[in-house]
């Protein structure tokens, strides 16, 4: 049994998120034992999958409904918003690729060491 310091160390995160995590009901807050709570191995897998999911990109509101669905084995729900998130991974990798190339052709142009305003301060003005 952990106290939420030792929970907070094995899921890689502060207290303070396990607390953020268990008032949007995430992780539950289990009862005071002798003053303190104490968690189990079953928190510490909650807490790495929400942590996992996180880095995927999934949002809370969607980790709970996986978090939610892996208690009903839906699986044709899940394999839907992993779909979903796919999609706008795939949207964000686009926009990034664009931004990059957009940099070096004035990372570029600024390399050429023309007179006149910088290339890529003037790019950013309004």
């Known amino acids: 049994m952990l106290t939420i310091g030792k929970l907070a160390d094995a899921g890689g995160v502060g207290v303070e998120t396990v607390r953020f995590y268990q008032r949007k009901e995430l992780l539950e807050t289990p009862k005071r034992g002798y003053g303190i709570r104490r968690y189990g191995d079953a928190d510490v897998r909650r807490l790495r999958f929400i942590r996992n999911a996180q880095r995927a990109g999934f949002t809370l509101d969607e980790i709970k409904e ?42 570029r142009q600024c390399a050429e060491g023309k007179s006149g305003p910088c290339p890529i301060l003037g790019a950013f003005e309004v």
Request: hydrophobic content about 40%; charged content about 40%.
């Open 66 to 107: 996986l978090l939610d669905l892996d208690a009903g084995h839906d699986h044709h729900r899940a394999r839907e918003l992993a779909t979903s998130r796919i999609v706008k991974l795939d949207r964000q990798i686009a926009d990034l690729q664009r931004a990059r190339e957009c940099l070096r052709r004035l990372a």
